[in-house]
């Protein structure tokens, strides 16, 4: 009750940019029904007017002032969700071993977790490290999509052997790029915990 009384104490929260966060919300189940169907163009289509109003939230917000509490927390958890939806997608298509899935969420499963039993869901927050490898790891997964894409296309058409081998290719490049998402989201996670280390040990202080 702590976190929802924080977000919606006021009529603040009934803002534009909220209203965009949720449309980018409500297309991730879109997502995963054409992602698991094989849909893979039309799959790449919709994560990309995702990706825009992602980025649309964020301008409407600053060029009107029309920011809030629950906007401020909900923009960086619609972004891991977004991440999240992708992967379990890719996953459940078999385009994306659950290993690796696992190993992206536990850290900030185990930390979301420790942050709203101690601090009643404080945001992550945002640093560069974080930014950078959640650029990767997105990036890295739309590559493994494309790439899957171009295959299921273009395999064992005639004249369209480069297109096919551009695929691969292309899949074999994203698990570097992935690679580079996962160094980096580990970093990121010691970052964060560290942080709520230190956050934790100035509440016993104070208290």
């Known amino acids: 009750m702590q976190l929802v009384d924080r977000l919606f104490r006021t009529d603040e929260w009934r803002t534009v940019p909220n209203a965009i966060t949720a449309v980018r919300l ?16 039309s799959s790449l289509l919709v994560i990309a007017v995702v990706f825009f ?42 385009l994306l071993n659950w290993p690796v899935v696992v190993l992206i969420l536990l850290p900030d499963v185990l930390l979301s977790l420790y942050a709203l039993v101690r601090f009643g869901g404080a945001p992550f927050p945002v640093t560069r490290v974080g930014k950078v490898r959640t650029a990767l790891i997105f990036v890295g997964l739309l590559m493994l999509l ?41 970093v990121a996670a010691v970052i964060y915990g560290r942080a709520l280390v230190a956050r934790h040990r100035e509440d016993r202080r104070a208290g």
């Open 146 to 186: 494309v790439g899957h894409a171009a295959v299921d296309q273009w395999r064992g058409v005639a004249g369209s052997e480069g297109l096919d081998v551009a695929g691969q290719v292309m899949i074999l490049v994203s698990a570097f790029v992935l690679l580079l998402g996962l160094i980096g989201h580990y």
């Open 26 to 41: 409500l297309l991730l189940p879109v997502f995963v029904v054409l992602v698991v169907g094989a849909h893979y163009w």
């Open 53 to 94: 109003t992602d980025f649309l939230d964020g301008f409407v917000a600053r060029r009107t002032g029309a920011t809030s509490e629950l906007g401020r927390w909900l923009d960086p958890v619609a972004d891991r969700l977004t991440v999240i939806v992708v992967m379990v997608s890719l996953a459940l298509g078999d």
